[in-house]
């Protein structure tokens, strides 16, 4: 059987992190952890190993996420997407420039969600 694929988040606001949880548990994905801010979200993905991460870019009025997009290019080789409910030019550019592996726009829908991850995996999938 295969394991699941891990996924660690970063989202600032309560209800939708704990909405984000619920979507990608229905989904059959694990949730091996969250944050909500960029210090705690390094060291969550340090401990935690994911496969993947969905970084929410604007972090309690910050662009933190931009941060976590950097780290994660420069220290690890784990693909990771953007959340966010910015679609202007300028901060697209600035998150186009950490190299995600993706962009999802909120509010997305569970489909959404799934075709987002199994897209920024990095190597193929053996289902």
Do not use: W
């Not at 569970?110 to 995996?121: F, G, I, N, P, T």
């Amino acid at each position: 059987m295969n394991q699941p694929l891990k996924i660690y988040y970063i989202e600032d606001d309560k209800q939708l992190a704990d909405l984000l949880d619920a979507r990608l548990k229905k989904l059959g994905y694990l949730v091996c952890g969250r944050a909500d801010n960029a210090c705690d979200a390094i060291d969550g993905i340090k401990t935690g190993k994911p496969d993947i991460a969905l970084v929410d870019i604007e972090l309690h009025g910050r662009m933190e996420g931009l941060a976590i997009g950097d780290y994660l290019v420069s220290n690890t080789d784990i693909p990771f997407v953007y959340m966010t409910g910015h679609d202007d030019a300028k901060i697209i550019e600035q998150a186009r420039r950490t190299i995600p592996d993706g962009y999802l726009l909120k509010p997305f829908d569970d489909r959404q969600l799934k075709v987002a991850v199994e897209m920024s995996l990095r190597t193929e999938s053996s289902d």
